[in-house]
Every structure is written in C-alpha cells, then in structure tokens.
C-alpha cells in the first residue's frame, strides 16, 4: 500500500506549473521589482539619461556672443566696444541636433534590449529551477518507492519468497536511487543560488509557472524589424551615422562672424562693421567626412546583418518551441496515463509472483526514468520558451510589465 501511495505521489509532479495566464500574473510584480534593482539595468537607464543630456546639448546654439573692449593710448585716446556674432550659416545646429535625436532612439532601444534579456534569464533561470526541484523531488519519491520496495523483499525473504540475490538487487537499486537523488538536489541548490543571484527569493517563495501556450505566433521580418529592440537599436545607430555624415560636411563649410563696434577717438564718435570668415585651407576637414562615411556604411551592414540574424534565430526558436511543445502535449494527454497504469500492474505481478525481482526492477527503472525525462522534457520546453520570447522581443509583454518610457 505504501508502495501505491508514493507512486501517486510521484505522478502529480507535473502539477506544480498551474494553468497559464497572460498579462498581470504573480510574476509581473517580482519582473518589475528585477527592473528596478539590477544593476545592469540600473547603468542602462543611466546611459540613456546621459544621451539624453547630450542631445539636448546637441540642439542648442553653436555659438554664443563675444563681447569685446578695446583701449588705445596712442597719437589719440581711443577707447571701443564691440559685439561679435559667430552665425550658423549651414545648419550645423539642425544636423547635430538630429545625431542627437537618432543617439537618444537608438539609447532607448538599448535600454529595452537590456531589460529584455534580463527578464528573458530570469524567465529560463525560474523555469530552469522549478524543474530541476521538482526532478529532484522526483528522485527522493523514487529513493522512497525503492526503499518500501527493500522492505517488501525483505519480509518476502524471510518469508521464504525471495532468495537473497533479490533482496540484494533490491539493495542495489536503493543505492542507486539515493546517488541519483542527491545529484538532482545538488543541482537543484545550484539553480536556486543562480535565481538568487539575479532576485532575491521572495518571503511567500517563488511563484508557480504558468502552462505553456499551445502555438506562438511567426512573425514576418518587417515585424521583427518593427518591434524587436536589438533590430531597432541596429537602426537607429545606422540613422545615428548617416546623420553623422550630413554634419561631418556641414563642418566642412566655414561660418561667418559679424562684428558690430562704437566708441571714441579722441572727442570724435567712431562706429564699425567686421565680417571675419575662417579660411579651410591648411585642414579641409575632407578625412573627417571620410571617416563618417565608412562608419555609416559599417552601421547600415551591421543593421542588415542583425535584422537577418534575429530573423534566423525567430524562425529556429518556433520551430524548436512548436516540436517540444507537441512532444510534451502528447506526454501529458497519454503517456502519464498510460504510466501509471504500468507501474500499479507491474507491482501486482511482483507480488503475485508472476514476475520476478530482476525484470520488476528493471521494467520500473524504465518506467521512472521515462518519468523523469518528462520532467527534463518539461525544462526543454520552458527553455525554448524563454527562447522564443527573448527572439521575438516578447518578453516584457508576456510578463505583463510596464515598457520603458520613452521620454
């Protein structure tokens, strides 16, 4: 009896992750509490609120009035005061304001991309621990179905039943059943420290999973393109370096300084005009130009090369979620079941005699072991999941938290 009970016990395993839900869910508010305190998040918004002070620096005036007194005590006492205006002649102000515009897009498509990938790992890390727990719980059920099973064989030896080869094979299993278990534990305490690494445990414990969506949608390059934040942070740099290139020959063409003067000579009232315009002679600023137009070029390649990459990497992603996902529903729909009728016949046979100790623990080594790949199968599952999500820039959406804000 005892036997029975810890195989039905075994067999709820899988219960620990509950219906889905999308949108809010008990995971939103440990997300947003992960958004607010790691560090690496914490230097991404600090890099945004940077660029955001560079381009509003980047859309002021270039240049700002000098004011000139001049004194002279020669022939005639002459003593002036003058204005001078540098004047931005070639709209180097708008080009830099828009380098400007382009850095703080691009900025915001980072920010995104870290919070992204820090909420896509804390999704594989809490899915990664709650199977290996429950593995591991799967391995002290197994240790103490071997164990009652020790016993069994026991009483049936000193009743005459069995001979002592059975005992000691039961004996055997039992030792492997322990050895197996510990190594699940142990690796169920290193998937807990990395969780903690990330978050730290919550009071109420971590929150149960929810089941997995039976389909996901394929996106089509366009919409990656649109929606993911790697691709749009790829495009804004490469906007960021064709703007560049507009300012580097805005740069090229000098601006005039007008200058406006008064003052006296002697008792008589003077009143000038200057115009003074720098000569690009020594240094025609042609190899900065240059240099801006390969680094644009450089920008456009990596963009086209990442928007083909995240489009490979979606395609991969679905296929792998689509096959493991399948998988996993026909494992769920019929071969619990059809476990658990197995294991409950084999041991009626066992102790009706018609089967003997070897193949009955042979034929339920098989049985646990195909329980426990269904758990490891369930990890692949969370795994292509977190896949998926972090290759469609899904991951905050699903999470249900709020975006970033795009001041």
Known sequence: MRVLQAISLMLVCLGVFRPGYAGQSPLTPLAEQLLREYPALKAARAELEQVEAESRAASQ????????????????????????????????????????????????????????????????????????????????????LLADFLKLARQRFEAGDLSRQDVDLARLALSEARMQAATRSAEASDRAARLAALLAPPANGWPVLPALPEQVDMLTAEQLAEQLPLVRAA????????????????????????????????????????????????????????????????????????????????????????????????????GRRSLTGRIALLQRLWEAGEINTTDHLVQLKQMLDTELASVELLGQAWQAWSDWLRAAGRVQDWLGVTPAPAR
């Open 235 to 334: 495009g804004a740099e490469a906007a960021a370096a064709r703007a560049r290139v507009q300012t580097a020959r805005r740069e090229r063409r000098p601006d005039p300084t007008l200058g406006v003067w008064g003052g006296r000579e002697a008792d008589d009232p003077v009143l000038g005009l200057s115009l003074s315009v720098p000569l690009y002679v020594r240094n025609t600023f042609a190899a900065e130009v240059d240099a801006a137009a390969a680094g644009a070029v450089r920008s456009e390649q990596d963009y086209l090369d990442r928007r083909r990459r995240a489009f490979a990497t979606l395609q991969a992603a679905t296929q792998r979620y689509r096959l493991i996902r399948s998988a996993l529903h026909d494992w769920q729909e019929e």
């Open 61 to 144: 005036p270039l240049y700002n009035p000098e004011l000139e007194l001049a004194y002279e005590d020669a022939s005639a006492l002459t003593r002036t005061l003058g204005l001078n205006q540098s004047i931005d002649w070639n709209g180097k102000r708008r080009a830099r304001a828009r380098v400007g515009q382009e850095n703080l897009t691009a900025a915001r498509a980072r920010l995104a991309v870290a919070r992204e990938r820090i909420l896509g790992e804390f999704i594989a890390e809490l899915s990664a621990y709650r199977v290996t727990r429950e593995a591991a719980g799967l391995g002290q059920r197994r240790e103490a």
